[in-house]
């Protein structure tokens, strides 16, 4: 019978026999040796003051010639016992790498949801008052003042775009302008565009109604007032405009003041057609106060986790995006071909791709539909492979999202059991008998 | 070589050293002394009488000054332990939150959904005569008639429901009395409300037929005498009205009486353009009798799991609903001004907005379509990114709700098991052998 | 220093004390005395021969107070050892519910996939030539002849069925009957039915091609026979007609036979308007062939599978069905009210509940359509509620179905390593060592 | 008392009695004896150098005449144990199958991705210039130049398929040749044909304008030449061709060139009606182009592993495909039959099947609605159970991507691991301590 040797791991006894050790020479339990400080000779016992769980699993590797992971002890653990083992990772056999590698994940998505939560201006310990403002303009979890102004500020965003929209209703305005535009227009203008041109200033240059114009100018003042504060308190320029809703606000805020211009100097509109596209363009970036709204990513933890989520599934978003493009370029100039020859309405190529993305997505507006046996039949698969193929990569940003939402309320979890808030878990009847 | 230190845990010895577990001074085990009464002189060795499991992964920590949580010991006995030991839960290391918290979320769901089985009135002891009524209408789950009662119930709202569907349709109407009051009631009203009035009126007030009428005047009598004996019987009016159900009984079912009342008195409603009004108001009060079917929840679980966990869902439907309206809202602007020039059908910003939040959903109705090259290449990415946008929050509430359903099905399990009506999964071999 | 109680079970050293085993007074362990054979007086332990992985949970009991589970045992495991112990299963507590009672679900779902497959008739032992011939003509996995036989009894159903449509095709009728049928028809009839029978008449008694007629008359046959060789052959009736899907063959074929005999004999339906309606009638009868499709299931475990899981989610469909109806009557009745004054063609509260649940599924065909701003408001809402809603029970069917997806694969595994089919997961370097 | 047996495996003690080892007679443990190697005469005790947590199971299985897999160990493990201990695999109970088998699952899947990336020729290990080439074409992953090589390939492959749909875009074209080919083309044909035929004729012979065609012209030279290099340099034909892509890259690049000649001599066409059809026979084949954009999977590792998924879930499209045809049959006839009466647009069974697969995806276009109140109820049970139906085998599809998604991630972070390039996760107090 073979010697056996005795090794104590952390006061869990283990046996095994020389020649099992030596299977992997250049580890630390192959070179043990009796000449060993670890080596007791009394009872003839190598003692480690080690996990004698995490042994277990390394002392099997020995035996069984792979090394497989105990579900149950933390990947962390493990990887420490290892390295002090002197086995390398690549060891870990192909049937666990997937409890192995899980914790990864988890690090992963918590150290980016720090990462999102570090850059806050409230880090900064002591601050004086120029700073304890900036923290109050830039970070609404501070305080609770600061709450509520970035409800108000959102309240304010909220009123701009609805100026905007009520702007493109007929009945908020009144028409003197119109044919005086128009026909001075028309003029100056090429033939083709004319059409165009005349919607457009009827639409852009329309006397709103007095209320609207009022209610849009004082947003307007208000912002540049919100932004003026914040470019003057902030340490840097940089940091300033490296937030990119501060960019957005700025370009939005100058588009919009220029608007305003106009519409009370509707002369300069008439003059020549160069100024309606300018109008036009303005109009169009005074549009970007929507983005605004996201804002409220600052108050609003669950989208500023969903927003995270979003960035950090960039290849699952790409895939989505490729699928989504391969399958419309495949069916649309299939159905092209196949309802070519029918009184189809597909008369072009990109006709029949737009058909096939509206498929694919479900929506169906049935504006553009197959009208041959075969082409239904082309498209019955399409609708079918569309959800199929839509929900595998979706599907995988959803789980993304999911884990990101766990480990946030994860980490709230943590946070309240540091702080001694939420006790309401702890068993209570030893509550009494700690550290007496 | 360092001196030992042998601790017994529950019969499991732990062998290690004294620096190891000086790293941590202000815990039990950094102050343990031989004068303790847990040491055993006779053989050197701390006895505790303490889980021996748990221990293994605190004096872990103790070694590699990261504590990690053994994934199969539940988490609520490694806090006991934990406080035993003098340990904070701070100490937990990040990569284990995620087992070591996972633990309250099943405890919080199973405490709602103790919660929503607490407020019954079937938990009083000893009844009189009027609570056990008071149980008998209140809580359909107290016995097998207070079951059919409620499903009789449920019955009489689904035949009311019906009667207001009916009355809605052509067939079902006599006819005579529109000239009357359309000649009449446009007299008094003012120009621009005429049309809306005659329509209102023409509806509102046509001779239903005689059977409809007379099915409605019985369901109205059913919920009047059925919200009586509640009155009469309910131990307080507090708690009467705190049930949402109730309140809306009330309403809807005066809202009936009312509209019964003019029904026949047609004569009121041609006397003035206020009485029309009024009458509409009535209308629309006696529609919330449709949700007196939630009462159902009452009979059928799962309806009110559903219900709660849609209410501790808030945070995502909240999220969900901040979604759609950012999406809504930027797509609906972007949409309204590329569309813009073109002969589209989208005229104002709130018709972009419908077309963006119809498309979000993936519904796509087709009343409005963009009809632009960008115009359609901005719908796609619409109705991709709604797919995914809504797919985000949805699968959050839907987990929720699984989460919600899975528990209250072990809850179920575990009251069969207690009540011994569960045995079939017990092991048969062994039944015999029990406490022999 | 209390007197430590020494317990060795199954090799494994437990050390406790006397007050701490005394807290559960009616169990085995509050009984133990040193008169029980278990004692052995050399040692001074109890000697027990059982899981020492789950005593060391049922002993952390007797610290705790509380029961908790050790994740990594198997439930039924520790479900022994509870009852051997004393210990009944309502001690367990609340936080490890989810992970106690997880395999009753996977058993109950494993009992029911053996229930699927034991009804079958190829389980009968010695079989004579008459119940050869069963098991062939019933059970398509018996043997690959009866596979084949099935796969040729499908395609026969697909032809059928394929008959069906063509015969509704224009191109394959000839239509000499026409004008005889609908002037007689006519005559005999009330005015208000007229354009329907005769619309019914024209389509169902124009002469179908020869060639489609023929190939009907061929499946009845095949039917027929091979219904006559299965009620002839079965070992009795009751088992016969058991299985839904013979029941609905003779429906169908019995009516199939009396179409063919309407359609060579179409004086009588010139006869008499009752002879219209009796043949409409037995047309509908015999398209219930389509149902027969479901003998895939046979061959087709998967769609087995998923049958099985939709008879088992019962309770789920249902919850499905009241979300639907419930949101469907709310939505539908609020929309009616909403659009009613408009020119909406939501005419009557039916066509309302219709807009409302083509909106809740998110099918959208556009074909009625809110107009006001708060109808399509009150759109908006209902199309994303629908959405959560929708997917809320859709969600638990489709995890049900997901559970006996994996367990029926399980099973299929089980039954691969039990019959030695699979060995290439086995370790190889061990393969030599077995029994040597 | 019975006799105490004493089995120390891996230095753990296991105590048990002789008759609980019998349960089990051809096992290992039940022909244990005295005379073994194993059996240490000094202590009384069997000594085995096997791993110690899975035999506690093994041993728990002689008592409990179950055999329960300890959750927490890797089922590979388990099964080298068992097979030492002469323990078949059809032992285990059917509660573990579920643990028991699911790594099973993993490896299948770490197989297949493992084929995927096996068959690149960028394995071979010494390569000469050919070899080189190959390489270079044939697997982009394999150096930094082969990548920028194939996203210019597809570059040209997305203009290619650009020059497709501008081509048939009425703007981008000239028109002399149509009245020419008409008139021509009209007097040799059949009057049936002839309108589609003067549309085919009209549409594919225009001059397209000289940009888009010589355009078109060098995407066919570059496929050409890449082609011709692949070929020329690949080691064996049969290696080529077995490439799905490179035999339709030849296929499409035939088929171009062919085109090409038609556009240049269009004389050809209008000679006779065969040359038309026979140019629309090329143009279809031409379209094959699309596909190549599937080169793609060859650098996005992610939409190659979403492929590998699609593949291996064979079983689960199949069983998606039958849900929809069943379910569209059934609801196609139940629909046709209701709403044939009616004045409906279903005018045959193929258009009310259309309608079917339309509604049950929910996508929903409104060109085929019903009209009548049953046709609508079935409508709306069509599209819920559309829902339901298709998401369970999509589920299940979705569920092995996510697994494939996982696995292949696990395998980077193992690749990264062990190329030593992923150290971040390692602990880093320990690091010095390795090896020492």
New interface residues.
């Given amino acids: ?1 073979a010697q ?1 040797i ?3 791991v ?8 020389q020649e ?1 050790l030596t299977s992997y020479p250049n580890t ?1 339990l192959a070179r043990m040796n009796t000449k060993m ?2 080596y ?1 000779a009394t009872d003839g016992t190598y ?1 480690f ?5 995490c042994f ?1 699993s390394i ?2 590797m020995y ?4 090394l ?10 493990m ?2 016992e290892m ?2 083992w ?1 086995i ?3 060891y ?7 409890t192995f ?1 899980e ?5 992963d998505i ?1 150290d980016k949801l720090a990462v999102s939560s570090d850059g806050k201006a409230s880090d900064v310990e002591s601050k004086n008052f120029k700073e304890r403002v900036w923290v109050f303009l830039d970070d609404p979890s501070s305080s609770q003042a600061a709450k509520i102004w970035h409800c108000f500020y959102l309240l304010v965003v909220f009123v701009s ?1 609805l100026v ?2 009520l ?4 009945k908020f305005r009144v028409k003197p302008f119109i044919r005086h535009v128009s026909s001075n227009c028309a003029q100056h203008m090429p033939t083709t565009h004319r059409k ?1 041109a005349i ?2 200033a009827s ?1 852009y240059c329309l006397d709103a109604s007095p209320a609207i114009l009022y209610t849009e100018a004082a947003c307007v003042v208000f912002f540049t007032v919100e932004l003026l504060c914040g470019l003057v308190i902030c340490p840097s320029k940089k940091i300033f405009f490296k937030n990119f809703l501060n960019a957005v606000a700025v370009i939005a805020t100058v588009a919009m003041w220029c608007c305003l211009i106009f519409e009370f100097n509707k002369e300069i509109l008439a003059s020549s057609n160069r100024m309606v596209y300018l109008h036009a363009a303005l ?2 970036a005074s ?1 970007l106060r ?2 605004l ?2 804002r ?1 990513a600052g108050i ?1 933890n ?2 500023q986790v ?1 927003l995270q ?1 979003l960035k950090t599934s960039a ?12 399958a ?3 069916f649309g ?2 159905m ?2 196949i309802e ?2 029918s009184e189809s309405s597909m ?4 006709i029949s ?2 058909w096939a ?3 694919l ?7 553009v ?1 197959p009208s041959t ?1 075969l082409g ?1 039949l082309v ?2 698969v399409c ?2 492979l ?3 193929l ?10 993304n ?2 884990e990101y ?3 946030s ?3 709230q ?2 946070l309240l ?2 702080c001694g808030l939420r006790q309401k ?3 209570r ?3 009494g ?3 007496k």
Same sequence: chains 1, 2, 3, 4.
């Fill in positions: 019978m056996r005795r090794i104590n952390g006061g869990t006894l283990f046996i095994t026999q099992t630390r400080t670890e007791d003692y003051d080690r996990d004698p769980e277990a002392l099997s035996r069984h010639r792979e497989h992971f105990p579900k149950y002890v933390c990947a962390m653990k990887r420490n390295q002090f002197g390398p990772q690549s870990m056999s192909r049937c666990c790498w997937k590698y914790v990864d994940e988890d690090i918590l775009c905007l929209c702007e493109t209703v007929e165009v919607k457009m639409s109009k169009f549009v929507v983005l709204f996201f409220l609003f669950s989208l969903l989520a290849r699952e978003l790409l895939l989505l995006f490729v699928c989504v493009v391969i419309t370029m495949v100039v299939i092209y071909y070519f020859p008369n072009n190529m990109f791709m737009w993305v509206i498929t997505t479900t929506v169906g507006y049935g504006d539909v046996i239904r498209a019955s609708s079918v569309g959800l199929l839509l929900a595998l990569p979706v599907a995988i940003v959803v789980s999202f999911a939402h766990r480990r309320k994860d980490k979890r943590h059991a540091t878990y702890m068993p009847n030893n509550i008998t700690i550290l």
